[in-house]
């Protein structure tokens, strides 16, 4: 028989809560953890908890916190509520956890007198969180804070504070920060010392205060306490370290809290999260309840039971089995390219065949990876949309710099061009000023004439450079790149930086993908200002495709499609280094798991985002390198097909009866024959010596020299003439 509450949603809403959904939304008191996996109705589930705890629950609206991460996740769920309880809306409120940190800051100070200051804001105030940074990274260095480096030492302590780890733990400090670190610890030391000595405090100081208040001063904790008689927290498993020490601390003695997410879809470590919290729920809260919501009502059988059979490979994780009422549709398929304008031909033959584009999303582990997708977008006509509004990459160092050098050279006096290279030359802030206050001279001539180096190393360096630097105006833009990559230094620059990492051979990082991106955009263009236009133009059309009226192709990474669901998914450059990075693949060889478990529930989120139709896609080689398929692509194709012993994933028909083979055709026709080129066939390397192929993926060879294995391309190699068949 149902209950008052069952029957509202039905008469209104025809809907049906199912028995686990029912279980959720009628624990009412004490601690309880709901683990919801994708599509299971988790935001519905958890307004409608809300709404019984008032009605049947007898709980005052006051007197329950309803948290969430972010504005827009609180705008969601007040929308929710509004349409499901009217007449209850006014009572209810959900917030972000950050504006109730700084209420309880702004209650502290109305009752002792203290005044903090917000140095995040934009109000006028006596300094801001740039200002106080720069003094002390000037102080301490003798160098200007660049924005990149600005964001970078933002972004870390951001993170450290979340993880609650303070100045005075440097061995912690050194498992988070790779480079200098050291001036990272004095620089970190100095700000909060100074913020404590001056009240002032940051975003992320409003977690750590409201903390130290409420734990140090009993009767505001108690006020607290006895306020919120019941806590409930959406997307638990995002909560940072600090906000779940909060959230405990408000939480007592009763312990009324409610959480709701799902440990499979942790993916913001690098944020602060602390899904460790999440698995270990059942050893803070005793007596925890726990509700298992396992039902997908948004993927079809063939994506539950592929992306549900992946995850379990994790160790880290709540064990669950997955179901969903929907029936089987199109199984998901797995395409391996040879190059990456074989994997845009593909999909751009397939997106034509699509009617409604607005239900289709490319996903990519990485933004550089959607910079060729826009540009063979835009050629073909196809409309696209960057969920995020804006590409990262147009504000990457490496871009901004590259920028920088033909700037300088076409306008000697560019100063922002000026200062951004300046720190490539290693230019100290004394000079830099000296130099940018002078305005007789060319800066780069007046360092040459009027400034006394050190060193005769720096002040030969400078003069090399300010000869060379006029040179790029008239080069092709592509080889100009090389030339600034080279001559101008700029590449040892970038490895000192860890922007470009070298082993035996070159290894690839985000910072190589941006430099091979570039190149790519300069081959297309014939002078220096075409390239530089091409660039704004690409940059202008990423902004403004966020505005696009008319069904689009959604473009975005990994992270930013959490919550987001389509019928058609495209994964795209599915590679080892890529997704999972090339980090978490050496902590997983040294069994360290933390990180490679992190990376697999990005690709299950990645995954779990279709409703009827997922793609997975990698191509052997991208950005001038030579790429193994994912760990992950393999695992899906062992899934897929666990009898076959073939290491290569099968080949689906396109929808318009061409097979992958014959669209390759149409991109690339090889002008060597490889027939000859097979599995214990013996070959001569110019560079590596002899060796005997002992795999093939198509022209991609596997090659056992004496002392190593190698990949290499066979089409590349021998159109090179680097590799000839070895004489019997």
């Avoid at 499901?84 to 950050?98: E, M, Q």
């Avoid at 009752?111 to 969180?129: A, M, P, V």
């Avoid at 130099?435 to 060319?442: A, I, M």
């Avoid at 060597?672 to 060879?701: C, K, M, W």
């Amino acid at each position: 028989m149902k209950d008052e509450l069952d029957s509202y949603l039905y008469d209104h809403f025809q809907m049906t809560l199912t028995p686990s959904q029912k279980m959720a939304v009628e624990a009412l008191h004490g601690p309880t953890c709901v683990i919801s996996c994708p599509g299971s109705g988790k935001t519905t589930v958890t307004v409608i908890r809300l709404a019984n705890l008032i009605v049947k629950g007898k709980v005052p609206p006051h007197q329950i916190l309803a948290l969430t991460f972010s504005k827009a996740s609180a705008k969601d769920m007040n929308d929710r509520f509004k349409t499901l309880f009217p007449s209850l809306a006014s009572h209810v409120k959900f917030a972000t956890i950050h504006s109730f940190a700084f209420h309880v800051i702004r209650h502290f100070e109305q009752l002792s007198g203290t005044r903090y200051e917000f140095i995040d804001t934009q109000t006028n105030q006596t300094q801001s969180k740039r200002q106080l940074l720069s003094s002390i990274y000037l102080e301490k260095t003798e160098r200007y804070l660049s924005d990149d480096e600005y964001e970078t030492l933002t972004g870390q302590i951001s993170l450290l504070k979340n993880l609650m780890i303070s100045p005075q733990q440097p061995k912690e400090i050194k498992q988070y920060v790779e480079n200098e670190v050291e001036l990272f610890i004095e620089v970190y030391k100095a700000y909060e010392q100074k913020k404590e000595n001056h009240y002032l405090l940051d975003y992320d100081d409003l977690l750590t205060t409201a903390y130290q208040i409420l734990k140090h001063h009993d009767f505001l904790c108690s006020f607290y306490q006895q306020r919120y008689t019941h806590i409930q927290i959406d997307e638990a498993q995002d909560t940072s370290k600090i906000q779940y020490e909060l959230i405990k601390l408000i939480a007592k003695p009763n312990n009324n809290i409610f959480l709701v997410g799902d440990d499979d879809q942790s993916i913001y470590a690098f944020r602060g999260a602390y899904p460790k919290q999440l698995l270990e729920f059942k050893q803070t809260f005793e007596h925890a309840n726990f509700i298992y919501l396992n039902e997908n009502f948004r993927s079809s059988q063939n994506i539950v039971q592929l992306s549900s059979t992946f995850i379990k490979q994790n160790k880290h994780r709540y064990k669950k089995e997955i179901q969903t009422p929907n029936p089987p549709k199109l199984e998901p398929t797995l395409h391996h390219f040879q190059t990456e304008k074989e994997q845009l031909a593909y999909l751009i033959n397939e997106l034509k065949t699509i009617e409604n584009l607005d239900e289709v999303a490319i996903l990519y582990r990485q933004n550089v990876s959607a910079i060729t997708l826009i540009e063979a977008f835009e050629r073909h006509q196809l409309p696209f949309k960057l969920q995020e509004g804006k590409l990262s990459f147009f504000s990457h160092p490496i871009v901004k710099d590259v920028v920088s050098f033909f700037e300088l050279a076409k306008n000697p006096r560019q100063t922002e061009a000026f200062k951004r290279i300046a720190k490539i030359l290693y230019l100290s802030a004394s000079v830099i000023g000296q130099t940018l206050s002078q305005t007789e001279s060319d800066y780069l001539d007046y360092l040459t004439r009027q400034v006394a180096f050190k060193t005769a190393f720096q002040r030969d360096k400078i003069r090399q450079f300010k000869l060379n630097l006029p040179k790029l105006k008239e080069m092709p833009p592509r080889r100009a790149i090389h030339y600034i990559l080279d001559t101008l230094d700029y590449e040892s620059y970038l490895i000192k930086r860890g922007f470009i990492k070298e082993d035996q051979e070159r290894l690839y990082t985000q910072g190589l993908a941006v430099v091979e991106t570039l190149k790519s955009i300069a081959k297309e263009t014939n002078h220096v200002d075409e390239f530089l236009h091409r660039l704004t133009h690409l940059q202008d059309i990423s902004q403004q495709s966020s505005l696009q009226q008319i069904p689009a192709i959604h473009l975005l990474t990994f992270h930013a499609s959490k919550g987001l669901e389509f019928d058609t998914v495209f994964l795209i450059d599915c590679m080892d280094g890529i997704t999972p990075t090339s980090n978490a693949l050496s902590h997983h060889l040294l069994q360290k798991d933390e990180e490679f478990e992190e990376e697999r529930r990005l690709f299950y989120v990645a995954m779990t985002r279709a409703r009827t139709r997922l793609e997975i896609i990698s191509v052997a080689n991208k950005h001038n390198l030579l790429f193994n398929r994912s760990i992950f692509v393999k695992d899906v194709h062992q899934i897929l097909d666990p009898q076959s012993n073939d290491s290569s994933p099968r080949v689906k028909k396109t929808t318009s009866g061409r097979s992958i083979s014959e669209l390759k055709s149409l991109v690339l026709t090889a002008s060597v024959d490889l027939s000859p080129y097979q599995i214990g066939t013996f070959i001569h390397h110019l560079r590596f010596g002899d060796g005997e192929i002992i795999n093939l993926e198509g022209e991609i060879a596997t090659i056992q020299f004496a002392d190593e294995q190698k990949r290499i391309s066979l089409r590349i190699t021998t159109e090179n003439g680097n590799v000839r068949l070895k004489s019997s």
